[in-house]
Nanobody, 121 residues
Framework: QVQLQESGPGLVKPSQTLSLTCAVS??????????WSWIRQPPGKGLEWMGA???????YYIPSLKSRASISRDTSKNQFTLQLSSVTPEDTAVYYC?????????????WGQGTQVTVSS
């Protein structure tokens, strides 16, 4: 069974770049047909899908974050990373990494436990 673990700094200053890493076990970030996503939940708000990197290496982002977000992977370490530049307090949220199997649309996927990120000076 795939397991995911987020890691990274819990506090980031405004205008800096947020970097989070998701360590993956029980599955490969290159395995067909998996998609590796970042989802966040600001306090008091709903879940927001941010983007994903596919098994092929292709990336996808929502338009509102396209200019600031970058998702990459390290196949040798079997992990993937979110970088979010020019952060503001509105980026404060719990961040989750998620795996979804594109061949199993009905499956909710596998989620990490989430990590709190606060943007504050």
């Amino acid at each position: 069974q795939v397991q995911l673990q987020e890691s990274g700094p819990g506090l980031v200053k405004p205008s800096q770049t947020l970097s989070l890493t998701c360590a993956v076990s029980g599955g490969s970030v290159t395995a067909n047909y998996y998609y590796w996503s970042w989802i966040r939940q600001p306090p008091g708000k709903g879940l927001e899908w941010m983007g994903a990197i596919a098994y092929s290496g292709n990336t996808y982002y929502i338009p509102s974050l396209k200019s600031r977000a970058s998702i990459s992977r390290d196949t040798s370490k079997n992990q993937f990373t979110l970088q979010l530049s020019s952060v503001t307090p509105e980026d404060t949220a719990v961040y989750y990494c998620v795996k979804w199997d594109g061949s199993r649309w009905w499956d909710f996927g596998s989620w990490g436990q989430g990590t709190q990120v606060t943007v504050s000076s």
